[in-house]
């Protein structure tokens, strides 16, 4: 295996709490056995893997990052805050009802230790993610959110990520693990945001989530990393009979940005909605690859993602829905729709059915394409400038996975965030947003 992660390996070992060492034992066994992807790795051959050409450091835990200017939501309720992997409390908001714990896995009592140390790793197959493997092995804290059973929450509860990007090759390690109890519902955020001082920081991060019987959640991930920032993560779910998931997803481009998305019905009645949005420019990429397990009968899932290709960037979209032979009467779609904005863009997209039921009701589909000249043509001739027009269609592309956004706040968050992105200048972002408030018939 490449050294280039040796350093922060041999850290975490001494940082993690002692119940933690079992993990960390299995993932490095599983990340020494295999080895680094190349363009010759199947599920990884369109990416430029130069970015880990490198030796990343661990976090100096004694020296707290400074943070410049960070975009990310300012939410109601509940929020966590870490910045390059260390907890910030001045900065961070804990207000939950009662039913309702977060608890940071460096802190956890006994037998809070207990629970997450059973459940920790079983939504995720590290045999099939390399970098799931990486993060068990450098693995030396993390946040538990646990609801009890029929308890729902009010307000989101918001994880923020950053990067400080102060020293270069930088590795952090994420871990998120989300337990819903039957007949529960909350709503959680993740924020990953960097500054832009200049310093290239690796984040491997994972993300569980699983849910009981009848639990609802909503989930909402946010890659708002940009510049020379790298992530690898994941989000794997475990659906239990009659849940529900309703998964939001937004990456913003930068050097390397890869994020796996796994669902897994594993009982009946389970139905899971899977949006995303991805906006690379420049010469940045952006990777998601996303599995729809339906390994039982009578589920359901939606699946829609959108991106915008801009400039020289790369954006690469596999989607796959497995149907196992057990798993009759599902019901699956998938659509990817993908606009580029210049000759020079460019987007690899392969939607795929794997199909061994054969009393299933399932569809696919993948379109690339430019900007519509008529649509264009339609808005100059009604007096639109050219750059107005462009922005407004690529506006109108996504809008409508936005405008589906149940978080409020979330919404309010995003639409002039994305505006200002495709217009570049405020007085055409004013009366983008102008002319959507009009359009919805917003006083």
């Known amino acids: 295996m490449s050294d280039f992660m040796q350093q922060p390996l041999a850290a975490a070992a001494k940082l993690a709490p002692v119940w933690l060492a079992a993990v960390q034992e299995r993932g490095r066994e599983q990340w020494q056995a295999t080895t680094l992807p ?15 050409q490198q030796r990343f450091t661990a976090v100096d835990r004694e020296a707290a990052p400074r943070l410049g200017k960070l975009n990310y939501p300012q939410l109601a309720g509940s929020t966590l805050v870490f910045a390059d992997g260390q907890f910030r409390e ?82 952090v390690n994420q871990r998120l693990l989300v337990q819903l109890g039957a007949n529960s ?15 290239t920081a690796f984040t491997n991060g994972i993300t569980e989530l699983l849910l009981g019987d009848g639990a609802q959640l909503n989930h909402y991930r946010l890659q708002l990393e940009q ?29 390397l940005k890869r994020v796996d998305l796994v669902a897994e019905h594993r009982g009946q009645g389970a139905h899971c909605e899977l949006n995303g949005i991805y906006l690379p420019r420049g010469e940045e990429q952006v990777d998601y690859h996303t599995c729809i397990e339906h390994a039982v009968p009578h589920c ?58 054969d009393d299933v009701q399932c569809a696919h589909g993948a379109t690339v394409a430019q900007m519509d000249p008529a649509s264009l043509h339609y808005l100059r001739t009604r007096g639109v ?59």
Not at 185 to 199: C, H, I, K, L, W
Not at 243 to 249: C, V
Not at 394 to 410: A, K, M, P, Q, T
């Open 185 to 199: 519902q909350a709503s959680v955020v993740e924020s990953f945001a960097n500054t832009d001082t200049g310093g």
């Open 300 to 357: 359901t899932s939606s699946e829609t993602f959108r991106g915008i290709i801009g400039d020289e960037a790369t954006a690469i979209f596999n989607g796959r829905i497995h149907i196992h032979p057990d798993a009759q009467k599902t019901r699956a779609e998938l659509s990817n729709k993908n606009l580029l904005t210049s000759n020079r863009a460019e987007v690899n997209t392969k939607p795929e059915l794997e199909i061994y039921a």
């Open 385 to 443: 400038p050219k750059d107005e027009a462009e922005v407004m269609l690529s506006y109108g592309f996504i809008n409508e996975l936005v405008d589906g956004i149940r978080c409020e706040d979330l919404r309010n968050f995003l639409k002039p965030m994305l505006a200002r992105r495709f217009a570049r200048n405020e007085k055409l972002t004013r009366h983008i947003l102008e002319e959507e408030s009009l359009e919805s018939g917003d006083e």
């Open 38 to 52: 190349t363009r010759k790795t199947e599920a990884w051959k369109y990416n430029n893997l130069q970015a880990l």
């Open 90 to 171: 001045e900065l961070s908001r804990v207000e939950l009802p009662a039913g309702a714990r977060l608890v940071r896995f460096s802190e956890a009592d006994e037998a809070a230790a207990e629970t997450i140390a059973s459940q920790l790793g079983s939504a995720v197959n590290t045999a099939n993610h390399r970098f799931a493997a990486l993060n068990d092995a450098t693995i030396a804290d993390g946040v538990f959110l646990q609801i009890d059973a029929n308890t729902v929450l009010d307000q989101p509860i918001h994880l923020v990520w950053l990067t400080s990007g102060q020293v270069d090759a930088l590795s």
């Open 227 to 255: 510049g020379e920032a790298v992530h690898i993560g994941g989000v794997h779910a475990a659906l239990a009979a009659n849940s529900t998931l309703n998964s939001f997803h937004l990456a913003l481009g930068s050097r």
